[in-house]
């Protein structure tokens, strides 16, 4: 029997699931969890593991065909590696990744790779430890430690990314393009979105693509590459080849680049189990009742209705309000 092939009403086919498996975390990002946050989601409506891998395989036989796991920090979560070794056994499942701030990936790096991970989006916005740590409270030697054992578990890949903000990290754009290059792994680097507090997300703190450009052509010449030549992944990013470093550099320009959400295969679950058909508008769909009280063609149906009412684009450049921050979506 062919696979199922979903599609948004507009034709973009969505089989790319990412999965919030908490809201808490152990760094406390600028750009991502607003200062003094007290909006923790009580445990009863977090999804169990049980519900987490229920979501997973309705939306396998739907036709989702790329998991990834997220948070807050995914691996606070206890079970993360149980969570993720279901998942792969899944039928239907092609592709299982994720992202992490890296801190806990040390220790975690060999065992989630034994359970399945194919890859795995570590977040590293500095190689400084003082900005680093100014970023997001936390203490860059135990990500750095976290990639090189991630390395040396064997992942197909490994992506790095930067969020970018001026006066804050661009110092560290070189250096970090420098760093994974030398690692192979692809350096992504992505333009602030307004996901957070108003104060940090001002304009003075923004730092577009195009600036972060002109500092890589100082360094270096850049080819973009295609996507489908070089298999490198499935997100919004588009890639540039640098000549001499050999560098492979991603760019997300959410806010000054041109649209990519006609090519945007995703829909999120958070860790309180709303569906979200786009990381850009607040529109969610609630799945908790359809999982507790309801049978498989109940979620289903949520799920079938989050697709129709796909938005067509992400609402950032228009005074986007999120009603959760980022943390609580699940990147
Ligand atoms: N804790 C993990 C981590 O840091 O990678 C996973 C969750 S985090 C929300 C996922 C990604 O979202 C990270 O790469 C982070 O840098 C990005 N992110 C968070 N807030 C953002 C914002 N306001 N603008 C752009 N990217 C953001
Ligand atoms: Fe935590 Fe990741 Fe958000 Fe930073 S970006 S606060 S590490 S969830």
Known sequence: MPA??????????????????????NERCLYCMPEGYKGWQSRADTLTDDEIVRVARLAAGLGFRKFRVTGGEPLVRKGVV??????????????????????????????????GLTGVNVSLDALDPTIYHRVTGGDVSRVLAGI????????????????LMRGVNEQEIWPLVEYAAARSCPMRFIELMPLTRRDVLNESNFFPIAEMMEILRAHDELTPVEKEKEQIGNGPARYYRLKHTGALVGVIGALTEACFCERCNKMR????????????DALEFDLL??????????????F????????????FRDVYQPARPMTAIGG
């Open 289 to 302: 009742p359809a999982l507790r009280g309801g049978s498989d063609e109940d979620v289903i149906a949520v």
């Open 4 to 25: 199922p092939t979903l599609a948004a009403p507009d034709g973009r086919v969505v089989d790319y699931l990412r999965i919030s498996i908490t809201d808490r975390c």
């Open 82 to 115: 149980d969570i993720i070794g279901r998942i792969w056994e899944l039928p239907g499942v092609e592709m299982i990744g994720l992202s992490t701030n890296g801190i806990m990936l040390e220790k975690l790096a060999a065992p989630m790779r034994q359970a």
């Open 304 to 315: 079938q209705n989050a697709l129709a009412r796909k938005p067509l684009a992400h609402g």
């Open 148 to 163: 090189e054992a991630a390395r040396a578990a064997g992942f197909e890949r490994i992506k790095l990314n930067c969020v």
């Open 269 to 280: 679950v958070t860790a309180d189990g709303k569906l979200r058909p786009c990381l850009g």
